[in-house]
């Protein structure tokens, strides 16, 4: 539902610019008219009647986007058991004991486990899991989300043969309970196929409100296809128009037809080109520091990316992929060259989602081909630096290289932000925060270029950027209202600004 409003007595931060500041707004009808001195603000308002709210010197800006989240997952996530802070396999082992104490019938589910934390680094085995839950599925999923575990009663439930792609093995050549790639998709398919309608939208509601009370108004959902299922896309149509956050869906499937037949103008854009670091999945040209057996793995080759991505162009929709190791991004790079060649669209807005460990040459490659890169800077913060699990897996100097936003915009690039919920959380302070103050200087970037990251160029790579991202008239009323400016508190203190209110069409959606 829009509404009128007008805020004044504040430090308005439109983000047109750099140095543009304003003491006010007016909102009509959910459409900002207005942006200015405060005492204008209040004289428009006062002749059309509309209530004035005196912002008392809080900090306002566009509402956040979050250009990365797995709604669905991310929902489902919160009817799971926590399982990150475990410090241990017999700590995983307790915690899901207590989950099943609390539910007496159904699957045990399990979230956001990190071998890397556990004083074994790795995770519990089919056996481990089996011998005590025997009579009941166990579905834990790893933080990257790029496995999956199950114990032995959901393995025979699933109907798993024991030959699928991606099926680890212990030492006694026995499956282990360990999903990779092929494996992965059809565990974690049946899982999300088993839920319910009415699951699916609580899961929706959940994020909903845990991403208004962080400011945010607009996700850009990856929903569907192989990771999680396409039952999901019915959900978010259903709820179209009832919600007070705009979920832009990104259908995460290869079916193209199916996408054009229901009308939507994006796909994907994250599709797997390779995996995760945590679970050395993504894809380099050299091993892993703490591995050597392996390079991580390539999930699609060129031809039938080239052809999708061909199709995807043909078709005016907008696309991309999943990369994060040097060699999947330079194979994504190589493909999208190959497609445009047949099948250029000069406003393609080709997204590669996270874009880590990647080589100067492809950083000057995305910049000469417009790649939107949409990345997580919470990654770093949270995963990297001296002594992180980022540096145990790829080693020192290739660890220092990764995620180099500042590189990334001193090449003309167009920089996303997102969380990749719930991966790290829905919260774009946070995200804001980490891009700030990345571990190494030199990729750290100004307050103003983390901002656009969140609310500009985010809206930009949602080809949204008309009447979305920043605040002037003709656009939405998406209003964040924060405690503090984050150009006046210390760079290590931006992450601790509170959300006062956050603002959907000229309503406040939520007030803390």
Partial sequence: MKKNSAWINGEVIPMTDEESRAEGLLIEDGIITFVGDAQEVAARASEKGIEVNDLKGCCVLPGFHDCHVHVMGTGMAMLGVDLYDCASVEEVLEALKEEAARHEDGWICGVRLDESRLAEKRPPTLTELSEVF????????????????????????????????????????????????????????????????????????????????????????????????????????????????????????????????????RVGTDNLSDGSIGSRTAAF???????????????????????????ALKNHLQCGFHAIGQKAIRHVIDCYEAAYALYPWEDARFRIEHFGFCDDRDIERAAKDHIIISTQPSFSFLRGGPGSVYQIRTGEERERRAYPNKKFLDHGIILAGGSDSNVTPIDALLGIH??????????????????????????????????????????????????????????????DIRVVRTVKEGRTVYSS
């Avoid at 009663?153 to 026995?174: P, V």
């Avoid at 939208?201 to 959902?221: D, M, P, Q, S, Y």
């Avoid at 091993?287 to 990316?305: E, H, I, N, Q, R």
């Avoid at 998406?478 to 760079?491: E, F, G, Q, R």
């Fill in 285 to 311: 040209d050299r091993p892993y520091a703490d591995d050597p057996s392996t390079c991580g793995l390539m999930y699609l080759d060129k031809d039938y990316m080239t052809t999708w991505i061909g199709k």
């Fill in 434 to 495: 980490a891009a700030v103050n990345h571990p190494y200087p030199e990729h750290r970037i100004s307050v103003y270029q983390a901002l656009r990251m969140f609310t500009i160029d985010g809206a930009y790579s949602a080809f949204e950027e008309k009447k979305k991202g920043t605040l002037e008239a003709g656009k939405l009323g998406d209003l964040v209202i924060l405690s503090d400016s984050p150009y006046k508190v210390s760079a290590e203190a931006i992450r």
């Fill in 134 to 265: 025997p009579d009941r599925g166990v579905y834990i999923l790893d933080r990257g989300l790029h496995y999956t575990l199950v114990n032995q009663k959901a393995y025979d439930e699933i109907g798993l043969s024991g030959r699928e792609r991606g099926m680890s093995r212990g030492e006694d050549g026995k499956p282990n309970g360990r999903m990779h790639e092929v494996a992965n998709k059809i565990v974690r398919g049946y899982f999300n196929d088993s839920m319910t309608d009415l699951q699916r939208e609580t899961a929706v509601r959940n994020v909903e409100k845990a991403a208004l009370a962080r400011g945010i108004t607009t996700i850009h959902a990856m929903e569907g296809g192989e990771m999680f299922s396409d039952k999901d896309i019915d959900v978010f149509e259903a709820l179209k128009g009832k919600t007070d956050v705009d979920f832009v869906i990104y259908w995460d499937t290869f079916d193209l037809d199916k996408v054009i037949e229901r009308g939507y103008d």
